[in-house]
């Protein structure tokens, strides 16, 4: 069966649908028909009174939402606006703008590396690079790749912009609408109010769902379960909110971006607790590990790792100098694993080290099958060893931390 075409069909029948529905309504009768949806990323899931599963369309959930914008200091002197992703989480795409019902063009860019940092600084850029690698012929690994591609961008040089100006924008269906005004113009009764009930909403989110999320799934969730007013009255722009709250605070947690309360650690949680059971459990016996990873280790090392995916398995021979590198980082990690696999499922080793080290294997087992599935084209293969060699120094430089740990302890 092709899944993709069935994914694909079952997608555009659900985002059909202007209110809440059961997966019922969707008429398959796969089994696989909530995953579908969940990894789809497009739908909200919640649970009705009688614990039957809703799910509600995230394009007609926050259609009509107003929000804000700012423009970075690179923006603001060349009077663009870099586009892909810039207004989430209220939409994806790249929609038509106008502002003061002036359309604004889209035109192709390049944006500096500091620019795109300061653009996509709540989550260091990682759902850029997932955008340009899923919706381009390009592949990266990093902003720095990405400073180097044509982006799409808003082209701004036909209206004035003066220091201090924002955006305040109304999506409306498959289009925006908006105006500029500038800082000193903002109502601060009502932007405090906001800011409030936003809080408000964001702790609930922080208690129910713990800090597995990455910061673009919670700012989802707070509006999700926020009241109404939080999407259909003007929004301050999330840095500002972040940068006036006292209560949540922007927190590197596992190589990722989150919002965590400003007074505890993420680590001090259940779902930490949960989660490291779940790692020294794989670590007992047997690694599991994907089949592009399998594949490229030696018969001897195949015999102390599962795979869980035997599609991915194929007889791999390195010829290629880049091959040869990738077999080399996979049989060394390979075999730090295999002699010291007990490290690893010792419950008294240090959380933090623990969880690092089990997001950068699985970081590693994505570059394999990205290596293995994808005919890397010859400009990206920089960037591809970068990111190898970069993963390979992180997972060294925690296997001689936690090495060193376990023998003094």
Known sequence: MNSHSFSSATIYKALKY???FKLKELGNETDNLEEVLDESGLFFCNFDNCGTREYLSKKYF???????????????????????????PFTREVLDLRVDGQLIPIVKKKFSLKCLEDIYSLDHGQELIKFIN??????????KAASGIDLDAYDFTNLEIKPGDHLRITLKDNSLEGDLFNSEELNLKLAQQW??????????VLREFGPFSDVYSQLEMAFFYGEQSLRNASALAIRDFLKLSKKVHLVDFVFQKIIWFSESSPMNTPEVERKLALIHENF?????????????????????????????????QAISKI???VQRTVRRIALWINNNKHIIEESD???????????????????????????IEEGAKGHFENALEINFEILSELMAFLQEYYLSS
């Open 284 to 316: 007992h016996s047997k690694p599991h590990v994907n089949g592009a990873f399998y594949s490229l280790l030696d018969n001897e090392l195949k015999g102390a790792f599962e795979t869980y995916d035997d599609s991915e398995i194929n007889d791999f």
């Open 195 to 204: 800011c409030e009930s936003f809080e408000a909403s964001l702790l609930g």
């Open 349 to 375: 080793m240090p959380s933090n080290e623990i969880l690092m080290f089990d997001a950068a294997f699985l970081e590693l087992q994505f570059l394999c099958s990205h290596f293995l599935e994808i005919n």
């Open 323 to 325: 091959e040869k590198q």
């Open 62 to 88: 926050f259609n009509g939402s107003q929000f804000t914008a700012h423009f970075t200091g690179h923006e603001e002197k060349n009077r663009v606006l870099c586009a892909p992703l810039r207004f989430l």
């Open 134 to 143: 899923s919706s381009t012929e390009k592949t990266v690994f990093s902003l």
């Open 18 to 20: 202007d209110r809440p």
